[in-house]
């Protein structure tokens, strides 16, 4: 137990569906960040907030929108996704500006597009 | 920029074997380092961080020094268990003031009875 927690942890859904993936944290840390796991890849950053402000979006496709609503929530709502957008959806925290980098990771969503 | 490079897997050990994972490094500055595990089912892991030259990190048996001259960051255990069968990850922090970790591709390990 890391003290992330991810819902749901399976999902399946087609390309035409609208769904929400959530995380939240116990830590009392100020960044999150939501991670894409492929098969053979290496893990692709893809949002971080920091105190509940976007500060990275790596060139994700629109189709993926984030929001974060306070320091310990964190969603990624998805539509109209693409086959090729199936992985496994990993949720991070971390304290910055204290010198420790340190990510603590929730258990991951693994989602299926049809 | 930053990366890590870390053994292509997979690695299939027998019980009490001795492991080495290697983990290489490029970074501007002065990177923390990290080893991450990752069991089957489930999230990443800290195993273990070292967050200046020569600093070993410990855990569970494991251990990782952090080596500047040769920008490394090699896993090792002296003997591992069944248990021990995961996916590992090489990790760094840059320094630019966003503090994002750089990951390696993993390692898969499978030991064996």
């Known amino acids: 137990e890391t003290g992330v927690t991810q819902t749901p942890r399976h999902l399946v859904m087609g390309m035409t569906n609208k769904k929400s993936l959530k995380c939240e944290q116990h830590?009392?840390?100020?960044?999150m960040y939501w991670y894409k796991q492929s098969a053979k890849k290496p893990l692709e950053l893809m949002f971080v907030y920091n105190f509940k402000e976007q500060t990275e979006n790596n060139s994700v496709p629109s189709r993926f929108s984030p929001e974060c609503p306070n320091s310990s929530h964190l969603f990624l709502h998805l539509h109209t996704l693409q086959p090729e957008d199936s992985a496994l959806y990993l949720c991070?925290?971390?304290?910055?500006?204290?010198?420790?980098?340190?990510?603590?990771f929730g258990p991951g969503t693994r989602l299926l597009v049809l | 920029g930053d990366s890590v490079t870390q053994m292509e897997g997979p690695v299939t050990l027998s019980e009490e074997a001795f492991l080495t994972i290697n983990c290489t490094y490029t970074?501007?500055?002065?990177?923390?380092l990290f080893w991450y595990v990752q069991y089957p089912g489930e999230g990443l892991q800290l195993l273990l961080k070292?967050?200046?030259?020569?600093d070993k990190g410990s855990n569970k048996g494991f251990e990782a020094t952090y080596r500047k001259e040769t920008t490394s960051f090699h896993l090792e255990k002296g003997s591992v268990q069944v248990s021990d069968s995961a996916v590992y990850f090489c990790?760094?922090?840059?320094?630019?003031?966003?503090?994002?970790?750089?990951f390696g591709t993993g390692t898969r390990l499978t030991v064996i009875p």
């Open positions: 991070a925290s971390s304290q910055r500006a204290t010198g420790d980098e340190t990510q603590y």
């Open positions: 070292a967050t200046k030259a020569d």
């Open positions: 970074a501007t500055g002065y990177p923390s």
């Open positions: 830590l009392g840390h100020n960044a």
């Open positions: 990790a760094l922090s840059d320094q630019t003031g966003a503090n994002n970790l750089f």
